[in-house]
């Protein structure tokens, strides 16, 4: 079983940053590709970025590239999203993810590829 606890949200000026962070627990953690995502009220969850087990690959929706960066430490069971620049457009819950099963980087854009979640962290971005 993997649980997945979420933190590092809160309120934030735009063009401040903040990093969030996800504590997993669970023997497959570490083999697993991890993922956020976020939802903002009255929208669908959307993809946000996804790292591969190892670390070694990232992917990252158009909306937030250039601007978060993905990583994790396994050795800490920790996967983080630095988020930098931040834009009023960016306030959402988010979610960290872990992924089931595999296939291309773009499998692992999709939330019903993901089989474990947490329970959100909320950022909120002023303008």
């Known amino acids: 079983q993997v649980q997945l606890v979420e933190s590092g949200g809160g309120l934030v000026q735009a063009g401040g940053s903040l990093r969030l962070s996800c504590a997993a627990s669970?023997?497959?953690?570490?083999?697993?590709?991890m993922g956020w995502f976020r939802q903002a009220p009255g929208k669908a969850r959307e993809f946000v970025a996804t790292i591969t087990w190892d670390g070694v690959s990232t992917y990252y929706a158009d909306s937030v590239k250039g601007r978060f960066t993905i990583s994790r430490d396994n050795a800490k069971n920790m996967v983080y999203l630095q988020m930098n620049s931040l834009k009023p457009e960016d306030t959402a819950a988010y979610y960290c993810?872990?992924?089931?099963?595999?296939?291309?980087?773009?499998?692992?854009?999709?939330?019903?590829?993901?089989?474990?979640w947490g329970q959100g962290t909320q950022v909120t971005v002023s303008s």
């Open positions: 993810a872990a992924a089931a099963g595999s296939g291309s980087i773009y499998y692992y854009t999709r939330s019903s590829n993901y089989d474990h």
């Open positions: 669970g023997r497959s953690v570490s083999s697993r590709n």
